[in-house]
Nanobody, 119 residues
C-alpha cells in the first residue's frame, strides 16, 4: 500500500503561482512513476504532469512552460510548481503513484486539493 497526502492548494490570482506537494508513505520503494492530475466537476480527470524514477517528465500541452514537476527522494515528496496561472487551471488536483509489486501494477491516489485561480 502507498499513501499519498497532498497540500498547497488554495486561491491564486491570474498570473500568480502556487506549489503543490504530495508526500508518499508506505511501500514507496514500489513506486516507479508519480504524477499530478486534475479534474473539474462533471469532467474526466486529466493528466497534468508525470515524473519517473529516472526523472523523465511529461506535461500536458496546456501547462507546458508554466508548470514544473519535481521529486525529492529524500523526503518522498513530489511537487508541482505552477506559474502564470490562468482561470482555466481551476480544478481539484490529485497526486497519483504508479507502483509495481511482483507482476502486479497498482495505482494510488491522494485525496485531492482545490486550486482556484480568480481575481
Amino acid at each position: 500500500q502507498v499513501q499519498l497526502v497532498e497540500s498547497g492548494g488554495g486561491l491564486a490570482q491570474p498570473g500568480g503561482s502556487l506549489r503543490l506537494s504530495c508526500a508518499a508513505s508506505g511501500r514507496i520503494f514500489s513506486i516507479y512513476v508519480m504524477g499530478w492530475y486534475r479534474q473539474a466537476l462533471g469532467k474526466e480527470r486529466e493528466l497534468v504532469a508525470t515524473i519517473t524514477n529516472g526523472n523523465s517528465t511529461n506535461y500536458a500541452d496546456s501547462v507546458k512552460g508554466r508548470f514544473a514537476i519535481s521529486r525529492d527522494y529524500a523526503k518522498n515528496t513530489v511537487y508541482l510548481q505552477m506559474n502564470s496561472l490562468k482561470p482555466e487551471d481551476t480544478d481539484v488536483y490529485y497526486c497519483k503513484a504508479n507502483s509495481i509489486s511482483g507482476v502486479k501494477f497498482y495505482d494510488y491516489w491522494g485525496q485531492g486539493t482545490q486550486v482556484t485561480v480568480s481575481s
